[in-house]
Nanobody, 115 residues
């Protein structure tokens, strides 16, 4: 059974930084794309950033230049470095990975940015 364990969320003041981590276990198959999504209250879940197995990245326009996604394939881990955080970044952040057998989500980690 594939499990995703996220960590690194918390409360930070505007302008501060946080780093989210997501480690995948139990996967018998190679992990293809990995990514981070977020969902604020009353909003739909939205893409934050993704990274392919080869390291190609994509970002939502709202986080470009502030967030950096990276991955360690040997450790089945994806990271999201978040700098210059804004109150509008407040949301539950979810890790997502894609293998050949399907898509898997983490349980989410809360990020709260105070003004």
């Amino acid at each position: 059974q594939v499990q995703l364990v996220e960590s690194g969320g918390g409360l930070v003041q505007a302008g501060g930084s946080l780093r989210l981590s997501c480690t995948v276990s139990g996967s018998r198959f190679s992990i293809n794309a990995m990514g981070w999504y977020r969902q604020a209250p009353g909003n739909q879940r939205e893409l934050v950033a993704t990274i392919t197995k080869g390291g190609t990245t994509t970002y939502a326009d709202s986080v470009k230049g502030r967030f950096t996604i990276s991955r360690d394939n040997a450790k089945n881990t994806v990271l999201l470095q978040m700098n210059s955080l804004k109150p509008e970044d407040t949301a539950v952040y979810y890790c997502k990975v894609i293998t050949i057998i399907g898509t898997h989500w983490g349980q989410g980690t809360q990020v709260t940015v105070s003004s």
